[in-house]
Structures are given as C-alpha cells and as structure tokens.
C-alpha cells in the first residue's frame, strides 16, 4: 500500500507524520511512513497506565470493587465525564472504564495516584522498545518545571503495543483482554476509525462484519489514533500519530480527511479478499 498519495500535499505542509499498518496474522506490513519517529501523543499514554492496572487486579495487588476517591487529586478538565458526575466515589474498574470509554483526565489522574507514574513508565519500556511513553500527569496548565508534554510516541510502538495487548504476549492473556476491554468503550471514532462508519457509542460487537478497538489522543496540535480492526481477512494493527507547530496555521481539516484515508487502507487489509 502507498501513503504517498495521503500524505505529501500543501494543505499538510508543516505536520509530521507516524503512520504503521500491520497485519497482525502474517505480521506483514502494508504500509508505514517514519514509524520510529517519536512525536506528541496526548491521551495515547494513557494506554501503558491501564496496562499497569490491569496487571495488577490480575496479579490480586488491586481488586475490581475497592472504592477511588477523585478527591485525592486535584480536579482536571477538558476530556471525561467523572467531573461532571456528582459522585466522588467509584470502583476501580469503574475508574479505568472511564479512562477507556472517554479518555477521563480526572479518572486518569486517580489511577496514576494509585499505582505510581514510575511504574508506569517501567511499563512503557518494557512494551515499548522505540521510546514510547507517559510523561505525567494531566494538567490544565503546564509550567516550565512540568514535563513539556503528556505523553510521545511512535507508530512501530503502538502497533507493537496492541499487538501484545491482542496476543498478551509479555502481559498475559488476562491483562491483554482486560484492557482491550476498557478501550472496546471508546467514543472517539473521528480519527482513523471514522473510514469504518460504525455507532460510535456502541461497536463492541461486530458490526458490517468489522469490530474495532481504538483509543486517540487530542491536544491543539495533534491528532493520533492507534487501535486493531478485525474483519474477513484478519486483523490488523494501525496507528497514525500527526502534529504540527500551531504557529504554522490549522490543518486540522486536512489532517482529519488525510486521517480517513489511512483508515481506507485500514479497512482494505481486513475486507479485501487477496488482502493477505
């Protein structure tokens, strides 16, 4: 498959680009632009903190039931729903569901008090070899002593990272289909996803033949979405990191046509019949 045609064009001049599309069964690659290059990504560390938890309810450290304060931490905006419920109290699953169905920045924020950003870093470098990580926390405002951003990432990663998850290769069967679970919840069929035209507030289950898991990242300069579609052929690993200087203009309409486009050859690779 050819990204050239996505990619190169004036409307997208200034933005950087990590595109990998892999076949998860044969493990070919069928298409990929700067996959080793690390770029921000927003939300998409999220993922390495619900591997964390995961891992730990499947070792007995956590259980599903106990009770999260959101109390603990100070209260963040922007993506989540937990700030705008009344309840200052939840279970911990109930916690990480948030975190995979709506990106929740408080409920985030409540985990990572919970289980520690070291570890969780400690995560990211066993799963991600190219460098991919969070750096912090969620914060409205980041000052000069704050990481500069929340989380970077790199295309070979996160489709390694998602491999991993739906084989539980190095973090087990039982963590791979937990979280894949909490990210099956996701809302944010914008991105890459949007190519598959499904309910974006319910496709757990197949729908046209296709079931798709994801999870995106969002700030003012960048757009990513990593996730594996399943279909006829196959399964597929895709992720499509983009940013761009914001002092450049606003690309972002092309940024989200080129994003669909990407998501085109998704779904070619897991509908086409000669796919593999």
Same mark, same amino acid.
């Given at each position: 498959m050819?990204?050239?045609?996505?990619?190169?064009?004036?409307?997208?001049?200034?933005?950087?680009?990590?595109?990998e599309?892999?076949?998860?069964?044969?493990g070919r690659?069928?298409?990929?632009?700067r996959?080793e290059?690390l770029?921000r990504t927003?939300?998409?560390?999220?993922?390495f903190?619900?591997?964390?938890?995961?891992?730990?309810?499947?070792?007995?450290? &956590?259980?599903?039931?106990q009770l &999260?304060?959101r109390?603990?931490?100070?209260?963040v $905006?922007?993506s989540?729903?937990?700030?705008?419920l009344?309840?200052?109290?939840?279970?911990?699953?109930d916690?990480?569901?948030l975190?995979g169905?709506?990106?929740?920045?408080?409920?985030t924020n409540?985990?990572?008090? =919970?289980?520690g950003?070291?570890a969780?870093q400690q @995560?990211a470098?066993?799963?991600?070899?190219?460098g991919?990580?969070?750096h912090?926390?969620?914060?409205?405002?980041r000052?000069?002593?704050d990481?500069?951003?929340?989380? =970077? #990432?790199?295309?070979?990663?996160?489709v390694g990272v998602?491999?991993?998850l739906?084989?539980? @290769?190095?973090?087990?069967v =039982?963590?791979g @289909?937990t979280?894949?679970? +909490?990210l099956?919840?996701?809302?944010d069929?914008?991105?890459?996803?949007s190519?598959?035209?499904l309910?974006?507030?319910?496709?757990?289950e197949?729908? @046209?033949g296709l079931?798709?898991?994801?999870?995106?990242? !969002?700030?003012s300069?960048?757009?990513?979405?990593?996730?594996?579609?399943?279909?006829?052929?196959g399964t !597929?690993a895709y992720?499509a990191?983009c940013? +761009?200087?914001p $002092?450049?203009?606003?690309p972002?309409?092309?940024?989200?046509?080129?994003?669909r #486009?990407?998501?085109?050859?998704?779904? =070619? !690779?897991? !509908?086409?019949?000669?796919?593999?």
């Open positions: 050819d990204l050239g045609d996505l990619l190169p064009s004036d409307q997208l001049r200034g933005t950087s680009w990590g595109v599309i892999r076949d998860l069964t044969t690659v069928h298409a990929a632009h996959p290059v770029l927003a939300s998409l560390g999220k993922v903190l619900l591997v964390e938890v995961a891992d730990r309810l499947a070792r007995g450290l &956590l259980h599903p039931a &999260l304060r109390d603990t931490v100070a209260p $905006a922007d989540g729903l937990w700030q705008h009344r309840t200052d109290t939840l279970p911990l699953d916690v990480a569901r975190v169905a709506v990106s929740d920045n408080w409920a409540v985990l990572l008090e =919970e289980v950003l070291a969780v @995560r470098r066993t799963l991600a070899p190219g991919s990580t969070l912090d926390r969620v914060r409205d405002r000052t000069a002593s990481a500069a951003t929340l989380s =970077e #990432g790199c295309a070979a990663d996160w998602l491999s991993a739906a084989s539980g @290769r190095g973090v087990g =039982e963590v @289909r979280v894949l679970g +909490w099956s919840l996701g809302v069929l914008s991105m890459v996803a190519a598959f035209a309910d974006p507030l319910a496709h757990a197949p729908d @046209r079931t798709v898991v994801n999870k995106t990242g !969002t700030d300069s960048l757009r990513a979405d990593v996730g594996l579609v399943t279909g006829p052929a !597929t992720a990191i940013s +761009w200087d $002092a450049g203009g606003d972002r309409d092309a940024v989200m046509a080129t994003l #486009g990407i998501g085109g050859l998704v779904r =070619e !690779t897991v !509908t086409a019949a000669g796919a593999r």
